[in-house]
């Protein structure tokens, strides 16, 4: 589908093109999704920015593609969700993965189907899902939400967003920083000044100029993908929009991946692919097209006369990685200049957007006079140890796809003649057929860690930061990655609950709790038979921050299920859906108590006595381990 035209209105004062600012409050480094997604979500909340790339602005591979449902409720308050949704996929097959030992069926062995798992979800997990958010999750690879991310802050924020600058220089004093910027067109250098600034680079820059040390294991293995045009209509997978390969010829090793990427079709009709290989699968000079496009045709079983059209390459390396500091000073890292990891898991776009959607309404309030400098550095607090766990989980993901091969009988000691006879086992009938699809299924099936992450994506939470924790333990059994449960402690999202009866509410129309937290400051969900007592309380309290009161009547049953408050509760919401306070009953004094809360998330909370990532860095430790193991194996 081809992008929607995009009407919005300007948020910020245009710029001409030649037209430099003295100062601005907030400089963006990175012209990627993350760093127009800060550019566009400060503009929201009145914030002046300029943003820079020493790119073009013309986003040419496809990278990632999954957006799941706390991004897209970002995407949402962006205003940008449903451009998402109509240029995704039209149809909820896609909501699967498989594995196959190749696409064409036209030779023995291969394109044989080995097995599949619902994924993102659909399927059973529909459910489960719905629970978590109002958004559902969207499928858009980079190559087409970058455009529509672009078109949306260029309308909003014109004349801001710089192409083809390049940053050689960073300074910075009590007053602000100096950003060092040279035009590549024509070489002007210019020093532009900043109250602060943010690297959404990637790290290209912001690593050297900021002396950025990582937790952490980089180089991990190495990845060639590809964009592609090609016909792969005789697939025989019905539904499924990304396969893993396996085949006798990997001895066991991990081949590669194919991605449907639309831009109409995202099935087995699919006009263009995202086609990842492994190393090892290069045979031949890097350099000659001629090398990527005989791996390409291995991996997929293609004829030599099949038309296939390589549109980029793009060779990168699997890296673990955490940057130790989120914040020097005056300047922060978002997206990829922050962490690093596999694409297993889908992790690294969606907490970049989740990192921009926690910054921007602190850089905001602070900005704004109503927060102390303090509550910037609860960013770092909050989004570090989530980064860690992502990248940590995204290796872990990575290690359930050997299991796999090893299952169809495929190893590097074994011939393919071997290997062929154990796929024969693996069709055929009788009492080792079937053990054999019982240890693949097996197999297969832990691969849910990654497809069905929900608790992984929806139930991150923050155990330090500009929150009031309450010390409650967390319920039995949430550190299972897939087994999502709505929770109201502080340092949590607030839960998703449908309101029918209230707050504009209707039976045909229902009203999420998520979609009545206000962006511009704290909202208050109480009940609506402590209304008065609460609304009083937040009379009485001295907030720079507006306080919005949310009643809501105990009939809302669905609320009242999930709240883990009584009737005469609160729950003090941030303006990124967080939890900051919880108080289980009224307190003796609500004002004094609503006051204390407030004073104490507005200064970003207390800093913890031991680093909440360190665990998560130290599961980043073995499973890169693992990964280099079997890399140095095969």
Known sequence: MPMPAVDRPQLLPPLAPGEWPDEVPVIVIGGGPVGMSCALLLAQRGIEVLLVDRRDFEFRLPRAHLLNVRTMEIFHAMGVADDIYRMGPDHDRWHKVAWYTSVDPRTPYEGLKIGEVQAWGGGEDRERYAQASPRGYANLPQIRLDPLIHAHASAALPGRLRGH????????????????????????????????????????????????????????????????????????????????????????????????????????????????????????????????DRAIRRLLNLSDDHPLEIHSVNGWTYNGVVAQKYRVGRAFLAGDAAHRHPPTGGLGLNGGIQDAGNLAWKLAAVLDGRAPESLLDSYQQERRPVAAFYTAHSLENANRHPPIAEALGFSDDRSIEEEQRSLDVFVGDGPESDAMRERVRTAVSANSYDFSQLNVEAGYHYSAGALVPDNSPLPEGYDSPIVFQPVSRPGHHIPHAWLRRSHGGTAAEPVSTVDLVAHDGFTLFVSEDAEDAWREAVAGVESTLPVSVV?????????????????????????????????????????????????????????????????????????????????IRR
Do not use: C
Not at 598 to 607: E, S
């Open 165 to 292: 600058q390049e940053v050689r220089g960073f300074t910075q004093d009590d007053e602000g920083v100096v950003v060092t910027i040279v035009d590549l067109q024509t070489g002007t250098v210019r020093e532009q000044r900043a109250q602060y600034a943010i690297f959404a680079d990637g790290g290209r820059t912001s690593n050297e100029l900021l002396d950025i040390e990582f937790d952490g294991v980089k180089a991990i293995r190495n990845v060639t993908t590809y964009h592609v045009s090609t016909d792969l209509s005789m697939w025989t997978e019905p539904d499924a929009i990304l396969a893993h390969f396996v085949h006798p010829s990997g001895h066991g090793r991990r081949m590669g991946t194919m991605q449907a990427i639309g831009p109409v079709n995202y099935s087995r009709e699919s006009e263009e692919w995202l086609v990842g290989l492994a190393g090892w699968m290069l045979e031949g000079d890097p350099d000659d097209r001629a090398t990527h």
């Open 551 to 631: 009643a809501i009547p105990e009939r809302e049953e669905e609320w009242t299920a999930v709240r883990e408050i009584e009737p005469s509760g609160a729950l003090l919401v941030r303006p990124d859906w967080m939890v900051a306070w919880r108080v289980l009953e009224a307190p003796p004094e609500p004002t004094v108590a609503l006051q204390s809360a407030l004073d104490t998330v507005l200064r970003g909370g207390a800093r913890p006595a031991t680093d909440p990532a360190d665990p998560f860095v130290e599961r980043i430790r073995i499973a890169a381990d693992r990964i280099a193991g079997l890399e």
